[in-house]
């Protein structure tokens, strides 16, 4: 069975950095991407950063300057780093993978970890 586990977050002072880890068990063929969101209370989820194999990333303008995304080599673990957090950046992220289970399998499949809040004072 494959399973997403999120650590890190928590409690940050205003001003720190906040460094996020994704890591995926199990096997799968492939991956087409991965990345986090968040979801801050009464909004959507919306993108934070996303990188593929290749090394593309995209983020939101929110973070950039910011934000830096990595993806270990053996594909399994994605990591953010996010510097000079502000009170905005309160809420809980979401670790997304896209995967193909299998060589034959039609399209990848969005996994999404359980979340993880990160609180930033005002």
């Known amino acids: 069975q494959v399973r997403l586990v999120e650590s890190g977050g928590g409690f940050v002072q205003p001003g720190g950095s906040l460094r996020l880890s994704c890591a995926r068990s199990g096997s799968v063929f492939s991956v087409k991407r991965m990345g986090w969101y968040r979801q801050a209370q009464g909004k959507e989820r919306d993108l934070v950063a996303t990188?593929?194999?290749?090394?593309?990333?995209v983020s939101a303008d929110s973070v950039k300057g910011r934000v830096t995304i990595s993806m270990d080599n053996a594909k399994t673990t994605v990591t953010l780093q996010l510097n000079h957090l502000k009170p905005s950046d309160t809420a809980v992220y979401y670790c997304i993978q896209g995967i193909q289970y299998y060589k034959f399998s039609t399209g990848y499949v969005e996994l999404w970890g359980q979340g993880t809040p990160v609180a930033v004072p005002s």
């Open positions: 990188i593929t194999p290749r090394g593309d990333t």
